[in-house]
Nanobody
Framework: QVHFVESGGNLVQPGESLRLSCIAS????????MAWYFQAPGKERILIAG???????NYRESVKGRFFISRDNAAKTVHLQMNNLKPEDTGVYYC????????????WGQGTQVAVSS
């Protein structure tokens, strides 16, 4: 299995931006769908953004127009640009991948913590 290390989380104020990074332990070129997942405090982990090997993206409605996912297979990285952050974006962010974003099949990392508060 591929292992991921997420980074870039921080404490920010509402309206600010963050760029999360996910570095894989080995090539992600063969992983069809890479995605970011979000877990709010006390809630289940949910899919928020996905990108296919062809570069097609999809987003959860709550982040559409604010978050943007990208992948760099050569650098074994996936990024999540997060703009106009809101308090409800507070939580832990993870990346993973698999044959589809809703069925990730690689190892889960520790995630990176994002806190949005004034």
């Amino acid at each position: 299995q591929v292992h991921f290390v997420e980074s870039g989380g921080n404490l920010v104020q509402p309206g600010e931006s963050l760029r999360l990074s996910c570095i894989a332990s080995e090539s992600i070129s063969y992983i069809h769908a890479m995605a970011w997942y979000f877990q709010a405090p006390g809630k289940e982990r949910i899919l928020i953004a996905g990108i296919t090997s062809a570069g097609l993206t999809n987003y959860r409605e709550s982040v559409k127009g604010r978050f943007f996912i990208s992948r760099d297979n050569a650098a074994k990285t996936v990024h999540l640009q997060m703009n106009n952050l809101k308090p409800e974006d507070t939580g832990v962010y993870y990346c993973n991948g698999g044959p589809s974003a809703i069925r990730p099949d690689q190892a889960w990392g520790q995630g990176t913590q994002v806190a949005v508060s004034s």
